[in-house]
């Protein structure tokens, strides 16, 4: 089976590293392929983030439509965060068997977002010059948002390894979604035709709390297209990659195969 993964904001497909070998192991095949221009990995964009600053959420959707229907059948269709929003718009785009949104940041039409996804995304957010540019989080504010559930020595080692900096104007066109009538992140909730799709949340996640992915996972209960929504308490946003992770990588897998995914 083919299977698709979608980082998100702050990451590059390093983060996935855990779920590529043990799906391969698994006998799958696993394509994890980083958003456009991101390719050099972290610690080159660490040093020169010029590549995330020239992103946008069209940009990378595409790019992700391209992969998976260049693939000999439909994938299962894997995203955190941002990459759970895409995940959304490609399912609703009649691409992939399944859809798995993990932690999603909440596609247009979802309203209110909480003070704590407000406090992880004001470091960008909160200076309207940070438009065009890519802003580097401090280890403290990632501890906030993905390490809140590790120790601080785990917290610290996932910084090194993983952290890259955001790409500023993918984030601000999350945030202005519900304004714009031309969003990228518009998906038709109602369309009959997708494929199944879950949500994945965690009670711990001060990016993307449950109250939000809940709130998401209920627009699309109009549509006869089927779609269920998974709890793992005791979670941060960093779900994917934090203790545990492997239990959330085989409910996907699970879930994927028993909705007919399997080919």
């Known amino acids: 089976m083919n299977i698709v993964l ?14 590529v070998a043990r799906y391969e192991a698994a006998g799958h095949t696993v394509h994890a392929p980083s958003w456009p221009g991101l390719e050099a990995g972290v610690e080159a964009l660490r ?19 391209g992969i998976i ?6 994938p299962v ?16 785009r009649g691409l992939g068997a399944a859809g798995v949104a993990i932690s999603p940041a909440p596609v247009k039409g979802v309203l209110g977002l909480p003070l704590s996804t407000l ?16 802003t580097d989080p401090t280890e403290k504010q990632f501890r906030y ?26 984030l ?41 992915a809940r709130a998401n996972f209920a627009k699309y209960k109009a549509s006869a297209a089927p779609v269920e929504f998974k709890l793992f308490p005791g979670r941060s946003h960093f779900l994917c990659g934090e203790k545990g992770w492997e239990e959330i990588a085989d409910f996907a897998l699970t879930w994927a195969e028993a909705k007919g995914a399997a080919n």
Not at 69 to 74: C, D, I, K, Q
Not at 77 to 92: C, E, K, M, N, Y
Not at 125 to 132: D, E, K, Q, Y
């Open 47 to 65: 040093k020169d983030p010029a590549p995330l600053a020239r992103l946008d959420i069209r940009q990378i959707v595409d790019h992700y439509d």
């Open 6 to 19: 979608v980082h998100g904001l702050w990451m590059t497909p390093l983060s996935w590293e855990h779920w």
């Open 69 to 74: 229907r260049a693939l000999p059948s439909p």
């Open 77 to 92: 269709i894997i995203g955190h965060s941002f990459g759970g929003a895409f995940t959304q718009v490609l399912v609703d």
């Open 172 to 212: 601000f066109q999350g945030a202005a979604a519900n304004f714009s009538p031309r969003s990228p992140l518009k998906v038709n909730f109602r369309n009959d035709t997708r494929a199944p799709l879950l949500f994945i949340s965690t009670d711990h996640d001060h990016v993307v709390p449950q109250s939000a």
């Open 119 to 134: 406090r992880s995304s004001a470091p960008v957010l909160a200076n309207p010059f940070n438009h065009g540019k890519a």
């Open 145 to 170: 948002t993905f390490g809140n559930t590790s120790t601080e020595a785990e917290s610290r080692a996932n910084y090194e390894r993983y952290h890259v900096p955001a790409a500023n104007r993918v």
